[in-house]
């Protein structure tokens, strides 16, 4: 009879991490699949993109196109960490080097700024990673 509760009560101690999922690490999956469309629903108001030099600050709807057009041209192939920050609550920092098919490597560095109760991207920099 003992056993009979243990799997509902291995559930429950399991659900809160399963709930409270790294936002570093979901925005890092995304950019791995190279999904613009579910990225951009967590992109603030506006956010500063900087790619290959080209740096502005964009809309929801701007960022994501010129996110379109970077991965339309750079498949992503894989995503490796290369330095996390999150010490602090209400800034996170993610540091990744992305390997597209074509075999070029990127270092793609975001921030993430707690507003609201939400953890939405504030700043993207894609650029080339010169050490191989």
């Known amino acids: 009879m003992k056993f009979l509760y243990l799997p509902t009560f291995i559930i429950l101690l399991l659900f809160p991490r399963i ?10 999956s995304l950019i791995k699949e190279g999904n ?3 990225l951009s629903k967590l992109f603030a108001a506006n ?6 030099e080209n740096e502005n600050i ?4 701007q960022a ?8 339309s041209t750079n498949k992503p ?7 996390k920050v999150n010490s602090s609550v209400n800034y996170r920092l993610g540091v990744f080097i992305l390997t597209t098919d ?18 939405p991207i504030i700043e993207l920099r894609i650029e080339s990673e010169k050490m191989k």
């Not at 964009?58 to 709807?61: E, V």
């Not at 994501?64 to 991965?71: G, M």
Request: aromatic content about 8%; hydrophobic content about 45%; cysteine-free.
């Open 58 to 61: 964009y809309s929801q709807a």
């Open 19 to 28: 709930a409270l999922a790294d936002p570093i690490d979901n925005v890092a």
């Open 102 to 119: 074509n075999g070029q490597l990127y270092r793609v560095a975001f921030t993430l700024k707690e507003t609201d109760g939400k953890m």
């Open 47 to 52: 956010v500063e993109i900087s790619i290959m």
């Open 64 to 71: 994501t196109l010129i996110l379109d057009k970077f991965f």
């Open 77 to 83: 192939k894989s995503i490796k960490l290369l330095h």
């Open 36 to 38: 613009t469309r579910e």
